[in-house]
Each structure stands twice: as structure tokens, then as C-alpha cells.
């Protein structure tokens, strides 16, 4: 039993930070997404309001 997780456990600890950048990397472009959701709304009315 402690064999296997000595075995695993340094397995885990190497894929964990590639885990969390990938996840981190994810929600960033989300929230950029909705970012320019707002922003091309906002656009829009502005355009709407200049005509």
C-alpha cells in the first residue's frame, strides 16, 4: 500500500500544476469572452445612440 503511493504520489504532484494552468488558462479566456460580450453590447448602444 505505501509503496503505491510513494509511487503515485510524486505522479500526482507533477500533473497537479499542469492541472491548475490549464484550468487557470480556461477561466481567464472565459472571462475575456464575456468581457467582449459586454463590450460589443455596450458598443452597439453607443453606435445606436450616435445615429
Do not use: G, R, Y
Not at 509503496?3 to 472565459?30: D, E, G, N, R, Y
Amino acid at each position: 500500500m505505501t509503496a503505491t503511493l510513494v509511487t503515485i504520489l510524486p505522479l500526482l504532484l507533477s500533473i497537479a500544476p499542469i492541472l491548475f494552468i490549464v484550468w487557470f488558462l480556461i477561466k481567464i479566456l472565459k472571462i475575456q469572452q464575456e468581457k467582449n460580450i459586454i463590450l460589443k453590447s455596450i458598443s452597439n448602444k453607443l453606435d445606436k445612440l450616435k445615429n
